[in-house]
């Protein structure tokens, strides 16, 4: 049952990959890991590799030449593309899901779908292929207002308003210049009982555009994390409907949008390990999107996050394995797209109880970052028994202390950021107690100077995940934050309030 040794190569290059490498080192039977592309971190902890994760090609021919025992496979994007085919053709060993079963997180509507069908609880949600019938479909949205003009216009009487759109056309009609009588004609709004008076059309219109809707688009295929716009008013829905099917700024992941309402309450995510039969969840964790404290700003790929959460009871566990993680797995393989690897569930624990966000197919990140960091059992040994269908003979043990990870990113991120920044201090933070930095966008920069060893620089947004444990979760976050501080690099920055109080209301 695998007591041999071997070599491992891990896929991808940022903080959850070296997490992954970290791990996996601690294993007595793995004698070398290669990290293929990996980043300074792994660098230093294991072997690069330079091949990209998508160059398939090039990735098997490494693994042949040098006796690869188990592939582990970081990001989405291969596993989207088909490497476990690749790999496994070729008699190749790899831990993760086929391409038909990563479609879980390929495409957002194939998800809601499979949700729909195997009666897994979700937000309700419409699917559309043109930019038009999306507008058209925010824009129809309930609002109730009644519009009225004022001044000398031939429109006199009142105009009760149920969608947006027939609102907008309302204040058209009444400042259209042709029905008004004299200069000075003004809209009226009123909406339960308030009235509010505009003197121009573009006041009136972005009254309308500014109330307060629940709407969350999704972009349909990948997009690093970063497809997801959830909307405030009816502005930023239609502008979000604009940048994904119009300006495209995530490429053919636009060519479908989801666009769902608005879930609230606490969120949750939930990774398990399975082999198609087997269901091992992982400890519990919550990972932070938003860009800025109070859960401001953009969606980022993950600001921070902490294991455990204290909303994740024993019971709660149990009810998302029966209604989510079981009835997904169940579905996958009635379609003849059975599922091997980890399955993540993001959630929203909501009123009427736990309802699926979205699904991922792979290590989540930087949940993975917190996980990891308290997973006691050999991480080689679960993997192994998840790809040869055997996890029925593995239990896992974990640290009951809690961990809590920072992200240190680039000035600029989410949006444009400069590369190649000198990071300091990172020996002084390796030397402190239950601390570890895992590298996401960074790299080593050879100095001129000959003799001299290469410096790490900032290679991408998110730079450091900086992770400790505690006895208590404030003092993980202490220690995190701590050695936060310590670390430099122009530009550097986090969020303050990672772990600071929980649970939180996240959308």
Not at 101 to 123: C, H, N, W, Y
């Amino acid at each position: 049952m695998g007591v041999k040794a071997l070599k491992v190569l891990v896929i991808g290059k940022g903080g959850r990959e070296h997490a992954l490498c970290w791990k996996l080192k601690q294993s007595p039977r793995v004698t070398s890991i290669y990290c293929a592309p990996g980043n300074a971190g792994t660098a230093l902890d294991v072997q690069n590799v330079a091949i990209e994760p998508t160059d398939f090609r090039g990735l098997v021919q490494f693994a042949k030449r040098e006796g690869i025992g188990l592939a582990v496979v970081g990001p989405e994007e291969p596993l989207v593309k088909g490497i476990v085919e690749v790999f496994q053709r070729e008699g190749l060993r790899i831990f993760g899901p086929r391409r038909e079963a990563a479609e879980l997180e390929g495409s957002k509507v194939f998800a809601k779908d499979l949700m729909r069908q195997a009666g897994i609880p979700t937000a309700d949600y419409r699917v559309f292929r043109s930019a038009p019938d999306a507008e058209h479909f925010a824009l129809s949205r309930e609002v109730a207002l009644t519009v009225r003009s004022r001044g000398r216009s031939s429109l006199r009487h009142t105009l009760h308003c149920r969608t947006a759109a027939e609102t907008l056309e309302a204040i058209d009609r009444i400042m259209d210049p042709r029905e008004m009588l004299s200069p000075g004609v003004q809209v009226e709004i009123e909406e339960r009982g308030q009235k509010r008076v505009f003197s121009t059309a573009a006041e009136a219109r972005d009254f309308v555009l500014g109330r307060p809707l629940g709407l969350v688009l999704k972009a349909d295929g990948l997009a690093a994390g970063k497809g997801v716009f959830v909307c405030d008013n009816l502005r930023q829905a239609l502008d979000g409907i604009d940048q994904i099917m119009v300006r495209r700024i995530f490429g053919q992941a636009g060519d479908c949008l989801i666009i769902e309402e608005r879930l609230d309450g606490q969120e949750l995510s939930v990774l398990a390990v399975t082999d198609g039969r087997t269901i091992i969840p992982l400890e519990s964790s919550q990972d932070y999107k938003r860009a800025y404290d109070h859960d401001e700003g953009p969606n980022t790929g993950g600001m921070g996050a902490y294991s455990p959460t204290p909303i994740a009871t024993p019971e709660l566990m149990e009810q998302v394995e029966r209604e989510v993680l079981v009835p997904a797995i169940h579905a996958l393989k009635r379609a003849r797209r059975p599922f091997r690897g980890v399955l993540y569930a993001g959630l929203m624990l909501t009123n009427q109880g736990p309802k699926v966000l979205e699904f991922n197919v792979r290590f989540g990140d930087p949940e993975t970052q917190v996980v990891l960091m308290r997973l006691k059992s050999d991480l080689l040994e679960v993997l192994e028994a998840a790809a040869d269908e055997r996890l029925d003979t593995v239990s896992l043990h974990w640290d009951r202390r809690p961990a809590v990870t920072v992200v240190m990113a680039s000035e600029g991120y989410p949006g444009h950021y400069e590369r190649d920044r000198l990071i300091q201090n990172l020996e002084a933070v390796e030397r402190m107690p239950d601390v570890k930095v895992f590298h996401a966008g960074t790299t080593l920069r050879a100095e001129a100077a000959p003799g001299r060893e290469a410096r790490v620089v900032t290679d991408g947004g998110r730079v450091l995940n900086v992770t400790a444990l505690g006895e208590t979760l404030a003092e993980a976050r202490n220690r995190a934050y701590e050695a936060a501080r310590t670390i430099k690099f122009p530009g550097a920055w986090f969020r303050q309030d990672i772990a600071a109080a929980t649970p939180r209301s996240r959308r």
